[in-house]
């Protein structure tokens, strides 16, 4: 019996990658994996453990100190879905402030903590059968994937959804503010010399400027089932 297809997901901040992914995955009965998030939990590391701070940014120790750091996707009844756990302990609400935000773009332009996180992202990709959201999974993480899906929307409509996410997460901040951080995102995730986000040539491309959740959806599960015959 065949084991699953391989769904590559790229696309860039605040387009609803995660919510199509997770949503997806679930139909399909595939693993789900938010590259995101463990971008996001070596930041939490860094700052927790003072790597990032006072203006400075001790990349060196933090690459040193990745040996120490076990990252782990299991369910979590409190969220309701798999989450990220960083040795052992549940990091999805520390992950998603301002504070993770505005500094992960840094940590994810360092090519070692990059090869540390593929290398493991590839390790769960072998087994087929999932659906893995991103920058680089298309063009890096797998190359290969039968399907790969390149998310895009407006800017407008990006920020708009950001603000909203910052809000329900009591952080709320200008629109202005968040237009601001996603502009430099875009910028920094596009232009990075190390695995920028790009759209590659096989991808198709759901722009869900107008769309529902359930168009999103039904489109991509299409695409999907088109892969596997
Ligand atoms: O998808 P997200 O917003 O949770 O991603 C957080 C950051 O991590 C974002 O700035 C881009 C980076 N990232 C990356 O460089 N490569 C990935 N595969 C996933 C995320």
């Not at 096989?202 to 400027?209: I, K, T």
Request: glycine share 4%.
């Amino acid at each position: 019996m065949a084991k699953g297809i391989r769904i590559a997901i790229d696309g860039y901040s605040s387009t609803g990658k995660s919510t199509i992914a997770k949503a997806l995955a679930d139909r399909l009965d595939y693993r789900y994996i938010d590259t995101g998030a463990m971008y996001r939990a070596i930041t939490f590391w860094a700052l927790k453990n003072g790597f990032i701070g006072n203006e400075q940014f001790k990349s060196d120790e933090l690459v040193e100190s990745l040996q120490a750091v076990k990252l782990d996707f299991k369910h979590s009844a409190k969220h309701a879905k798999p989450v990220i756990f960083l040795n052992g302990e549940n990091i999805e609400d520390n992950i998603r402030g301002a504070e993770v935000a505005s500094n992960v773009s840094h940590v994810a332009k360092i090519a070692e903590v990059r090869k540390f996180l593929v290398k493991q992202q590839q390790a769960i990709a072998a087994a087929g059968a999932v659906v893995m959201d991103g920058r680089d999974i298309a063009s890096v993480v797998m190359p290969d994937a039968e399907l790969k899906i390149f998310m895009t929307a407006d800017p407008n409509i990006r920020a708009q959804r950001r603000f909203e996410e910052l809000e329900r997460l009591g952080q709320a901040m200008d629109f202005k503010d968040v237009m601001a951080n996603l502009k430099e995102r875009d910028h920094l995730d596009t232009s990075r010399k190390e695995s920028p986000l790009i759209q590659t040539e096989d991808a198709l491309v759901l722009d869900n400027s107008n769309m529902t959740r359930e168009e999103q959806l039904n489109l991509a599960e299409a695409w999907a089932k088109d892969r596997m015959v």
